[in-house]
């Protein structure tokens, strides 16, 4: 079955960077796009992030965009984000999510991981 | 960018009653590329709709999307203690953002 997990969460202090992983299973990794999406608590849902199938294709949130940084390594079925520069305003669940990245449907998300947390704060 | 915009934040309702949540976009979505997610607390969230209108795998037929160009409806046929829940609109297509709508709050009366 599909599987999606995330690790790599926890508290860190602003300005400090962190590594999130996103570990895939059960279906071809490299066929599909890969997000993160992120909640902060009590609010609602923010997409963050993609890495596209082709694995050069990235866009980023306005957010987030010169801060964090996706990458994917294929043999691992693993795709991560490195966040930089972290504020308390990233503080969040992240979820990872997947897309079926075909044509022009790009960006819905069929299976989810149970998300990460991260917290930023002084 | 396309802005979405759920009505009405809270909706209360008694098991067994239909449920009808509304999604405006601020532009009209090609091909009519909008989304609805379940999430439950402490839960990711979970794909219903896609398409508009077509139901995920597994997904209850008391479920059902409509609407296209800016006005989409979620409808649930019967509410059951398992729907209650935050349910979330989302846009997509060929370029970012890919954003959701703030949520509706389905909750028991």
């Known amino acids: 079955q599909v599987q999606l997990v995330e690790s790599g969460g926890g508290v860190v202090q602003p300005g400090r960077s962190l590594r999130l992983s996103c570990a895939a299973s059960?279906?071809?990794?490299?066929?599909?796009?890969i997000h993160w999406v992120r909640q902060a608590p009590g609010k609602g849902l923010e997409w963050v992030a993609v890495?596209?199938?082709?694995?050069?294709?990235?866009y980023y949130g306005d957010s987030v965009k010169g801060r964090f940084t996706v990458s994917r390594d294929n043999s691992k079925s693993t795709l991560y984000l490195q966040m930089n520069s972290l504020r308390v305003e990233d503080t969040a669940v992240y979820y990872c999510?997947?897309?079926?990245?075909?044509?022009?449907?790009?960006?819905?998300?069929?299976?989810w991981g149970q998300g990460t947390l991260v917290i930023v704060s002084p | 960018e396309i802005v979405l915009t759920q009505s009405p934040d809270t909706l209360s309702l008694s098991p067994g009653e239909r449920a009808t949540l509304s999604c405006r976009a601020s532009?009209?979505?090609?091909?009519?590329?909008l989304a609805w997610y379940q999430q439950k607390p402490g839960q990711a969230p979970r794909l219903l709709i896609s398409?508009?209108?077509t139901r995920a795998t597994g997904i209850p037929d008391r479920f059902s999307g409509s609407g296209s160009g800016t006005d989409f409806t979620l409808t649930i046929g019967r509410l059951e203690p398992e729907d209650f829940a935050v349910y979330y609109c989302?846009?997509?297509?060929?370029?970012?953002?890919?954003?959701f709508g703030q949520g509706t709050k389905v909750e028991i009366k």
């Open positions: 999510a997947r897309d079926i990245w075909v044509g022009d449907q790009k960006g819905f998300f069929d299976y």
């Open positions: 059960g279906f071809g990794f490299p066929n599909f796009g």
């Open positions: 890495m596209g199938s082709d694995g050069s294709t990235k």
């Open positions: 532009q009209s979505l090609n091909s009519n590329y």
């Open positions: 398409g508009a209108s």
């Open positions: 989302q846009r997509y297509g060929p370029s970012p953002p890919w954003s």
